[in-house]
C-alpha cells in the first residue's frame, strides 16, 4: 500500500498553491432562440487534494463545470488550467493525453465495456497509464478481487461502480472526477462507493471532485460548492468531513 | 394530420442518410442488372419470334442436286406438309477490286413476282429487283454494311466457274441469315460471306436450272409429326440426290442464334437471378442489423403502450420507404443500362428491329421481390424485439456468452492489448451475427467475379480456340476436292509457310433416334495446324479408324466411346456408314466430329481428296499470298484468323463485355454497401462503449482499431470465403448452360480474383476511414448522460 500513500500527508491539511484555475468560465450551447447558458462567468481555485462536492439542481451547469474540468467539453469563453495544462483552446490529441494521464473518471451509468472482464476493464487503463498500479491492488481498494474474473452483466450495480472507481484509480490519476456516483445506487451500495472515493482521496492524495444532487453526501467533502442557473452560488468549507459509513439519504 | 411516428419514419432516413443511400444503393444494384438483363433477354427473343413470324421463317428446309419441279408438287401432297417454296440456291464467289480474299457467297433465286412465300425479306434499303432487269439482286444487309455498299453498286459474281455483273438495288434482312454463315466456319464473317436475292430466271439459267430447283424451304401443319414428314420428304427426293432434310434445330443461322440466346439466357437470367438473389440476401442482412440497433426505441414504443401491430408497420413504412427508393433508383438505371445494351446486340443480332422490352410485370415483379425481402428482415428483426418484455427490452442486448472464451483472458494477459480482446470477445461472442456478417461480405465478392469471369472466359476462348487449335492463320475452300497435289502448289507460293489439307463434308450421326447434323472433318495424321484437344488442353491424336466426337455431340447423342453410329454424308451419293467412336475432344467453339481424312476418304469411296487448305503465312508476305490465291479459280471461299479474331472481340466479344462490365460495376456497389453498412452498424451498436473508451484516455487510434480489428477479422474469413462461393456459382452457371457453338468455360483468371478482393479490400479501407471519422466525432458528453 506503500506506494499509493506517497502523497498521502499532503492531503491533510489545505496546500498553499491551487491545481485547478478557472476564471470566467462560461459555456453557452445551441445558438439563436435555442440558446442555453449552462454556464455564466464562473471562477473557481481547486488545491491539491481537496475533495469537493458539486451540489445543485439539474441543469445548474455542474455538469458542465466538471466536464470542462475533466477535458470531455471546452468552454465558450474563460480559462480553465490544470497546474501548467491549459484546458481551454486544447485540441483533441492533447486533451487525450491529460485525460490519460491525469484525470480518473467514475460515472453514473458505470460506462464499463461489456466485453472485458472486471480486471481487463481495470487493467486497459493500466494499459495505456505510464506509472499504473496493479489492477489487482486496485480491485482490492475497492473490495472486489474476489470479482476479478467476472464480467460486468455478471456483477450488480454497486458492484459495477466500484469497478469503475477502480478502473479510474488504477492510473494513480492526479484528479478524480464523480459525476452523481450513486445516482444508480441504493444507500448501502452507494456508500460502498463512497467510501471507495474517500479512501482513493485519503490514501492517494487525489484531488476529487464529486457531483452529487445528494446533499447528504456533502458532509464527506473539504469544500462544498453550491451552482444554480450556471454560477457558483454558494461555497461552504466544511471542516468536519464525516466518513462515508455516516452518510445518511 | 401526419402520425408522430410517420415524422419519426421521415426523421430516422433523414438521420441515416448515408446508411439508407448504401442500402438503397444495394437494391438498386440488384434490380438494375434484374430489370436490364431479363428485358434485354426478352428484347432478343420477342425480336426473334416477331422476325420469323413477319418474314415467314421456314420449318423445313431441304437439299438435292436438281429436282423437276413437279416434284415440289409431289411434296405438297405430303401428309403434314403445308407450304412449299422452291428455289435454286447455289454457292457462289465475289470478286472486288479492293480485296484480295477471296469472298465467298451464296445465291438464292426469288420467284417472279417477288416475294417467296416462305423466309420472305425484309427490305432494308433500296427496292425489289425488277422482273425485267435480271442483274439486279438484293445483298444481306450486314455484307452491305460491313463492306459499305451502296445501292447501284455493281458486284461481280462468279457463279457456276462464269464471271457474271450484277447490280445491287436493295440490302434485305432474312430469317435464314439472322448469321449469315457458310459451313465449317463457326463464326458469322460479314465481311467475306454475302448473300444474294435474284430473280429465278438469271440464277436458274446460270445453273441450268430451268424448271428445276436444288433447295427448298417448307413449313409443317400444325400437330403433324416432324420425323415422319422429314423422312417423306428424304424419301422422295432421294432420286434426286437428295442431301437429307432438316428441320429448324439443323439450320445453321437458326442453330447459332439458339445458342447465342441459351448463352444470354445464362447472362442475362440465371446470373442476375443468382446476382439478384445474393442481393436480397446481403438487404436481408443489413436491415436485420439496422432494425436490431433502434431495439432500445422499439422497447420504449412498446413501453409507451404501442402495439405490437403499429410498431411493426413502423418499420414497414420504414424499410418500404428504403426499397421504393432503390427500386426506383435501379428501375430507372435498369432500364437505361437495357437501352443501351440492346443498342449494342443490333451489330450482332440482325433483326427488322430490336428495342429493349419493359414489361410492366418485370418492373413491378424487382420492386416486389426488394420490398418483400427488406420486410421480411425487418419483420424478423422487430419480432424478436417486440416479444421481449418492454423492460427486458430496454436494456441493451444480452451480452454473449463470453464465459466461454476466458482464455482469451489469459492468454491476453499483457501479450495482446485489450482492444483486441474486446473486438475478438465481440467477434466470437456473437458467432451468428459474424457468420452473417462475414457472408455479406464474402457474398459481395461473386458479385464482382461475374462481371470479371467474362472477360476471363472470352480470352481463354480466344487463346484455346484461335492459338491452341486452330493454329492456322487463314482456312480456303475449294469449290470442288482437289488431290493432296494443291498441298503443294499452295506450300510453293511465297509466303507460305505450312499447308494442311482437310476433308470437310456435311454429314448427319444418328444414333438411334437421335441425329445431328454437323460437318466431319478429315485431317492428315500429325496436322499441326489444327490440333484437337482434351479438356486438360492435350493434344488428342485423330484415331486411325472411326470418328473423333466433341463432348457436346456426344452428349447430346448420348455416345460414349466404343459406341457405335450411323454418319451419312450429305453430299454425292450420300453414303450411310456405321463406324465407331474412337475419342472424344473438348471444343470450346464449334462441335466437330472428326477423323483420319484417308479414313473420310474410304468412307466417301473417293481418293485422297481435300476441299479445305489450312495455312501458316508469313505476316510480312500475306498481301502477297493472297493476291497470288485470288487468281487461283479453284478457290471458293478464305476465312482469315486475324480477322475473325477482330470480329470475335467486335461481336461476341463487345456484347458480352458491356454485360460483363454494368455487372461487375454493380457488385462493387453492392460490396462497398455490405462493408459500410456492417461497419457503421458495428459503430452505431457500439458507440456507447467506444466513447467509453474514449473518456478513460484511450486515444481514437486506440478506439478505432476495436472496430478495424473486428472488421479486418471478417475481411480475413470472408475474402477467401467469398472467392470459393465465386469460383463455385461461375462452375455451377458454367455447366447449367453448354450450347452446340460454344462452351464457355468456368475459367477465371487468378488477376480476377485479385482484382475482386482489392475492390472489397478498398470498400473496406473507405469504410475504415468512415469509422475513423465517426470516432472523431463522437460526442464524448452524450455519453455520459445516457446508459445506452
Given at each position: 500500500m506503500q506506494a499509493y500513500e506517497r502523497e498521502a500527508e499532503s492531503s491533510a491539511n489545505v496546500p498553499p498553491a491551487p491545481v485547478f484555475v478557472a476564471r470566467g468560465l462560461t459555456k453557452v450551447y445551441g445558438s439563436g432562440d435555442s440558446q442555453v447558458t449552462a454556464l455564466k462567468n464562473v471562477d473557481l481555485d481547486i488545491r491539491q487534494g481537496e475533495f469537493i462536492v458539486l451540489l445543485g439542481p439539474s441543469g445548474s451547469g455542474k455538469s458542465t463545470l466538471l466536464n470542462i474540468l475533466g477535458g470531455l467539453d471546452a468552454p465558450t469563453s474563460g480559462s480553465a488550467k490544470w497546474r501548467d495544462h491549459q484546458l481551454t483552446g486544447a485540441g483533441d490529441d492533447e486533451l487525450t493525453t491529460y485525460r490519460r494521464e491525469h484525470v480518473g473518471f467514475v460515472f453514473q451509468f458505470y460506462n464499463l465495456i461489456p466485453s472485458l472482464s472486471v480486471e481487463e476493464n481495470v487493467r486497459l487503463v493500466a494499459q495505456i497509464a505510464s506509472d499504473p498500479m496493479d489492477p489487482r491492488q486496485a480491485l482490492e481498494l475497492v473490495g472486489l478481487s474476489h470479482r476479478a474474473r467476472h464480467f460486468p452483466s455478471q456483477l450488480s450495480g454497486g458492484e459495477q461502480q466500484r469497478v469503475a472507481v477502480a478502473r479510474a484509480i488504477v492510473k494513480r490519476p492526479d484528479i478524480l472526477l464523480c459525476d452523481e456516483p450513486t445516482g444508480a445506487l441504493d444507500v448501502d451500495t452507494g456508500r460502498m462507493v463512497l467510501a471507495a472515493i474517500a479512501k482513493v482521496n485519503a490514501q492517494l492524495g487525489t484531488t476529487t471532485i464529486v457531483i452529487t444532487h445528494n446533499s447528504a453526501i456533502a458532509g464527506m467533502a473539504d469544500r462544498v460548492l453550491r451552482l444554480s442557473g450556471g454560477r457558483i452560488v454558494k461555497e461552504e468549507p466544511n471542516p468536519n468531513r464525516i466518513a462515508a459509513d455516516d452518510v445518511q439519504w | 394530420m401526419v402520425s408522430v411516428l410517420d415524422i419519426k419514419v421521415l426523421r430516422d432516413i433523414w438521420s441515416m442518410r448515408l446508411q439508407v443511400l448504401s442500402i438503397a444503393m444495394l437494391v438498386a444494384a440488384g434490380v438494375a442488372v434484374f430489370v436490364m438483363s431479363v428485358s434485354n433477354y426478352r428484347a432478343l427473343v420477342g425480336a426473334m419470334e416477331n422476325h420469323y413470324r413477319n418474314e415467314r421463317f421456314a420449318d423445313l428446309f431441304a437439299g438435292m442436286t436438281r429436282a423437276p419441279l413437279v416434284i415440289a408438287d409431289r411434296l405438297r401432297e405430303i401428309d403434314g406438309i403445308g407450304i412449299v417454296e422452291p428455289r435454286v440456291a447455289k454457292p457462289v464467289r465475289i470478286i472486288r477490286e479492293d480485296t484480295n480474299l477471296p469472298i465467298s457467297g451464296r445465291?438464292?433465286?426469288?420467284?417472279?413476282?417477288?416475294?417467296?412465300?416462305?423466309?420472305?425479306?425484309?427490305?432494308?434499303?433500296?427496292?425489289?429487283?425488277?422482273?425485267?432487269?435480271?442483274?439486279?439482286?438484293?445483298?444481306?444487309?450486314?455484307?452491305?454494311?460491313?463492306?459499305?455498299?451502296?445501292?447501284?453498286?455493281?458486284?461481280?459474281?462468279?457463279?457456276?466457274?462464269?464471271?457474271?455483273?450484277?447490280?445491287?438495288?436493295?440490302?434485305?434482312?432474312?430469317?435464314?441469315?439472322?448469321?449469315?454463315?457458310?459451313?465449317?466456319?463457326?463464326?458469322?464473317?460479314?465481311?467475306?460471306?454475302?448473300?444474294?436475292?435474284?430473280?429465278?430466271?438469271?440464277?436458274?439459267?446460270?445453273?441450268?436450272?430451268?424448271?428445276?430447283?436444288?433447295?427448298?424451304?417448307?413449313?409443317?401443319?400444325?400437330?403433324?409429326?416432324?420425323?415422319h414428314v422429314l423422312e417423306e420428304v428424304d424419301r422422295l427426293l432421294a432420286p434426286y440426290g437428295g442431301t437429307g432434310a432438316y428441320d429448324r434445330g439443323d439450320q445453321p443461322s437458326h442453330r447459332f442464334l439458339e445458342d447465342e440466346l441459351a448463352e444470354q439466357e445464362t447472362l442475362s437470367i440465371f446470373m442476375p437471378s443468382v446476382f439478384f438473389g445474393i442481393a436480397a440476401f446481403l438487404l436481408n442482412v443489413v436491415i436485420g442489423r439496422m432494425v436490431e440497433a433502434q431495439r432500445g426505441q422499439i422497447a420504449s414504443l412498446k413501453a409507451l403502450g404501442f402495439a405490437n401491430g403499429t410498431i411493426a408497420l413502423h418499420y414497414f413504412k420504414l424499410v418500404t420507404a428504403i426499397a421504393l427508393v432503390g427500386s426506383a433508383a435501379g428501375l430507372v438505371l435498369g432500364c437505361w443500362f437495357a437501352v443501351g445494351v440492346v443498342g449494342s446486340y443490333r451489330a450482332f443480332f440482325r433483326f427488322p428491329s430490336l428495342e429493349a422490352r419493359f414489361e410492366p410485370w418485370l418492373l413491378v415483379a424487382a420492386t416486389l421481390v426488394s420490398i418483400v425481402a427488406a420486410n421480411l428482415a425487418a419483420a424478423t428483426s422487430v419480432y424478436r424485439i417486440a416479444v421481449l418484455p418492454p423492460a427486458e427490452a430496454m436494456r441493451p442486448a444480452t451480452p454473449p456468452a463470453l464465459q466461454t472464451f476466458a482464455w482469451l483472458q489469459t492468454m491476453g494477459n499483457r501479450v495482446i492489448p485489450l482492444q483486441y480482446i474486446i473486438a475478438a470477445r465481440t467477434t466470437l461472442g456473437r458467432p451468428i451475427r459474424t457468420l452473417f456478417s462475414t457472408i455479406g461480405i464474402a457474398l459481395a465478392i461473386p458479385?464482382?467475379?461475374?462481371?470479371?469471369?467474362?472477360?476471363?472466359?472470352?480470352?481463354?476462348?480466344?487463346?484455346?480456340?484461335?492459338?491452341?487449335?486452330?493454329?492456322?492463320?487463314?482456312?480456303?475452300?475449294?469449290?470442288?476436292?482437289?488431290?493432296?497435289?494443291?498441298?503443294?502448289?499452295?506450300?510453293?507460293?511465297?509466303?507460305?509457310?505450312?499447308?494442311?489439307?482437310?476433308?470437310?463434308?456435311?454429314?448427319?450421326?444418328?444414333?438411334?433416334?437421335?441425329?445431328?447434323?454437323?460437318?466431319?472433318?478429315?485431317?492428315?495424321?500429325?496436322?499441326?495446324?489444327?490440333?484437337?484437344?482434351?479438356?486438360?488442353l492435350q493434344p488428342i491424336s485423330v484415331p486411325a479408324d472411326g470418328i473423333m466426337l466433341s463432348r457436346q455431340i456426344a452428349g447430346q447423342l448420348d455416345l460414349h466411346v466404343g459406341d457405335r453410329v450411323s454418319i451419312e454424308v450429305l453430299e454425292g451419293t450420300r453414303v450411310v456408314k456405321d463406324v465407331i467412336v474412337r475419342r472424344i475432344s473438348d471444343d470450346i467453339l464449334g462441335s466437330s466430329v472428326t477423323m483420319d481424312r484417308s479414313a473420310l476418304n474410304r468412307v466417301m469411296k473417293e481418293g485422297p481428296v481435300a476441299n479445305v487448305a489450312a495455312l501458316r503465312i508469313d505476316p510480312a508476305q500475306s498481301e502477297l499470298v493472297w493476291s497470288r490465291i485470288k487468281s487461283m479459280p479453284r478457290i471458293e471461299g478464305s476465312s482469315v484468323k486475324a480477322l475473325w479474331l477482330s470480329l470475335f472481340s467486335d461481336t461476341i466479344g463487345g456484347m458480352v463485355l458491356i454485360g460483363a462490365l454494368i455487372l461487375a460495376g454493380f457488385g462493387m456497389l453492392i460490396a462497398i454497401g455490405v462493408v459500410y453498412n456492417s461497419a457503421r452498424i458495428a459503430l452505431q451498436e457500439r458507440a456507447w462503449e467506444l466513447a467509453g473508451l474514449r473518456i478513460v484516455g484511450l486515444t481514437r487510434h486506440e478506439v478505432s482499431a476495436v472496430v478495424v480489428s473486428e472488421l479486418v477479422a471478417e475481411l480475413v474469413v470472408a475474402i477467401p470465403l467469398g472467392l470459393l462461393i465465386g469460383r463455385y456459382l461461375i462452375e455451377l452457371i458454367a455447366s447449367a448452360r453448354a450450347s452446340q457453338s460454344f462452351q464457355i468455360p468456368a475459367v477465371i483468371d487468378p488477376s480476377s480474383y485479385v482484382i475482386a478482393s482489392v475492390l472489397v479490400i478498398a470498400a473496406a479501407f473507405a469504410s475504415f476511414i468512415m469509422i475513423r471519422r465517426r470516432i472523431d466525432a463522437l460526442d464524448l458528453v452524450a455519453v455520459l448522460k445516457t446508459r445506452d
Open positions: - | 445465291i438464292i433465286s426469288l420467284p417472279a413476282d417477288g416475294q417467296p412465300l416462305l423466309n420472305r425479306l425484309h427490305l432494308v434499303q433500296g427496292r425489289w429487283p425488277d422482273p425485267f432487269h435480271p442483274e439486279e439482286v438484293i445483298i444481306n444487309a450486314a455484307y452491305a454494311e460491313a463492306r459499305a455498299v451502296r445501292m447501284g453498286d455493281p458486284i461481280e459474281v462468279v457463279l457456276n466457274g462464269r464471271l457474271q455483273d450484277f447490280r445491287v438495288v436493295g440490302s434485305a434482312l432474312s430469317p435464314e441469315f439472322v448469321f449469315a454463315t457458310r459451313s465449317a466456319v463457326p463464326l458469322p464473317d460479314d465481311r467475306n460471306f454475302v448473300v444474294l436475292w435474284a430473280g429465278e430466271d438469271a440464277v436458274a439459267s446460270a445453273f441450268d436450272m430451268k424448271g428445276a430447283f436444288n433447295d427448298v424451304a417448307m413449313t409443317i401443319a400444325p400437330g403433324a409429326s416432324v420425323q458479385l464482382i467475379l461475374f462481371g470479371l469471369y467474362w472477360f476471363d472466359a472470352i480470352d481463354y476462348m480466344i487463346d484455346v480456340s484461335f492459338s491452341r487449335v486452330e493454329r492456322g492463320d487463314a482456312f480456303l475452300t475449294f469449290t470442288e476436292p482437289v488431290s493432296t497435289d494443291a498441298r503443294y502448289e499452295l506450300m510453293a507460293l511465297p509466303g507460305v509457310l505450312n499447308a494442311e489439307l482437310q476433308r470437310v463434308v456435311p454429314v448427319r450421326l444418328r444414333a438411334g433416334y437421335r441425329t445431328y447434323r454437323t460437318s466431319a472433318i478429315g485431317l492428315d495424321p500429325g496436322s499441326e495446324l489444327k490440333i484437337p484437344r482434351d479438356k486438360a
